[in-house]
T-cell receptor
């Protein structure tokens, strides 16, 4: 099993550009989520989904969009990149959204916005 | 507000024992997780506590006291490969994870 696959691993954008971070999982997990990780801060939830066709906002959703057309895929779109979005982004999935919902993380995508 | 506190950095010696503390204040409680994250890599799951007490898993143990809002991760027989950040996360009343900033553990020979 590949687990959670994220692409790209590295990306440099100019302010105002848009892009999509891809995330796919092959574990038939219902719950998928996107986090950003910044130095000195805990992981912050951007958006999450509890199943195909269902998405919801996390703690820091502004400037990002998501969709969940299939169980496997959960892309994150940056609409108009800003330097404040420079971060490491992790996609994570779990079998359920409640209880002992152990997350499996992708390898991360390091984004720099100039 | 919701808050998770853990030390920023700790140093320990190879072969020794280290305890990493985590205190939390959250809206409700549905379990506490510990994850390990090596530099430049993704977090990986270590342990889950939902009831008070000690959970042992090989060289790693995790303790929870819900009344005190406190947990610790105990690492025994430290190895160089244990050099990593250790993340504490609490599942709140809505099963949303609240994450601490992580404790960077440095192991010296």
């Amino acid at each position: 099993n590949a687990g959670v696959t994220q692409t790209p691993k590295f990306q440099v954008l100019k302010t105002g550009q848009s892009m999509t971070l891809q995330c796919a999982q092959d574990m038939n997990h219902e719950y998928m989520s996107w986090y950003r990780q910044d130095p000195g801060m805990g992981l912050r939830l951007i958006h999450y989904s509890v199943g195909a066709g269902i998405t919801d906002q996390g703690e820091v959703p502004n400037g990002y969009n998501v969709s969940r057309s299939t169980t496997e895929d959960f892309p994150l779109r940056l609409l108009s990149a800003a330097p404040s979005q420079t971060s490491v982004y992790f996609c994570a999935s779990s079998y359920t959204s409640s209880g002992a919902n152990v997350l499996t993380f992708g390898a991360g995508s390091r984004l720099t916005v100039l | 507000g919701q808050n998770i506190d853990q030390p920023t950095e700790m140093t320990a010696t190879e072969g020794a024992i280290v305890q990493i503390n985590c205190t939390y204040q959250t809206s409700g409680f549905n379990g506490l997780f510990w994850y390990q994250q090596h530099a430049g890599e993704a977090p990986t799951f270590l342990s889950y506590n939902v009831l008070d007490g000690l959970e042992e898993k090989g060289r790693f143990s995790s303790f929870l006291s819900r009344s005190k809002g406190y947990s610790y991760l105990l690492l025994k027989e430290l190895q160089m490969k244990d050099s990593a950040s250790y993340l504490c996360a609490v599942s709140d009343s809505n099963y949303q994870l609240i994450w601490g900033a992580g404790t960077k553990l440095i192991i010296k020979p």
